[in-house]
């Protein structure tokens, strides 16, 4: 495993797994990490999200990822690299209905052209068979340790820091009324692995459920599940400046090539809220 030097996330690796801290953009460490392990298989997850400068965005997210391919080509058998796209790539649906993955690609955030930008450049080194490259293009995603600064993992955390408490509380939420496609994190994580084995060099998939769920559903389903009353509160500092009404992914492609989803919403949210109590009672 890799990552940027002093990564707290080294903390949740479990024992005997070996790691290197480096930054994705150097070519050079890069190349002398694949000669030294000698990866059959690469699953390219070094991007930055939380950023809306352009400069930053496509520094790391395709520079790093071109530099990490230039490494993958160095070796006499290149190794399969799984790259995650993302359904910012796609921007607003020309109509209500589940994308493609042969949808044009019309981002309307920086994250998502740095990240269509990314997918060009990956399937550049496919197309000229110099790496074996597969996309799997992540729509939403929900699950157990969710982050507080994502949806589901901001309004577990809340809730689970009333339940502590033990008395109701407030709820601080943005806006509620949009369309997403939430899957399981560890369906996401599943639906990387299986294209590493059966997708094909070259070839787009969306990870996603095929379903989707207005924001208010989810929020609504987490607070049915809290042991102290919840009130729901609208937050401006939660209102995201691009917010798009609708957002889903077909998921036929993937299912051909044989994935199937393990769980359910209502099983996602249960395991994230839990995931937050216990992080609440340990402190």
């Known amino acids: 495993a890799t990552s940027v030097p002093g990564d707290a996330l080294l903390g949740q690796l479990p024992a005997g797994v070996q ?11 890069a190349t002398r990490l694949v000669r030294e ?6 699953f390219h997850l070094a991007a930055i999200l939380q950023s809306r400068d352009l400069a930053t965005l496509l520094s790391i997210n395709v520079t790093g990822t071109d530099a990490l391919l230039r490494a993958a080509r160095a070796l006499a058998t290149p190794p399969t690299v799984v790259v995650p796209g993302s359904a910012a790539e796609y921007g607003v649906p020309a109509q209500r209905a589940p994308f493609s993955e042969d949808a044009p690609l019309r981002p309307i955030s920086n994250y998502g052209v740095s990240k269509a930008a990314q997918i060009l450049t990956a ?3 496919a ?13 939403n995603i929900a699950g157990p340790n969710e982050p507080d600064r ?15 408490r033990g008395e109701p509380g407030v709820l601080r939420v943005g806006n509620l009324t949009p369309y997403r496609d939430y ?31 207005q924001v208010q559903d989810l929020v609504d389903g987490l607070v049915a599940l809290a042991r102290v009353p919840i009130t729901l509160q609208p937050d401006p500092s939660r209102q995201r400046p691009v917010d798009l009404p609708y957002c889903c ?12 989803e393990t769980y359910t919403l209502a099983e996602t949210l249960a395991d994230t809220l839990a995931s937050w109590r216990d992080l609440s009672s340990a402190g």
């Open 37 to 42: 392990v000698r990866p059959e298989v690469i």
């Open 150 to 164: 994502m949806l589901c993992g901001a309004v577990a955390s809340q809730i689970a820091h009333h339940e502590a």
């Open 249 to 260: 992914g077909d998921v036929t492609r993937l299912r051909s090539a044989g994935w199937a």
């Open 123 to 125: 399937l550049a080194y």
């Open 19 to 29: 790691t290197f801290a480096f930054d994705v953009r150097d070519v050079e460490t």
């Open 183 to 213: 899957l399981d994190v560890r369906d996401a994580v599943r639906a990387l692995w299986h294209l590493a084995l059966k997708g094909n060099s070259g070839e787009v998939y969306n990870i996603a459920k095929g379903v989707a769920y």
């Open 127 to 139: 197309r000229r068979q110099e790496v074996p490259v597969v996309v799997g293009r992540i729509f």
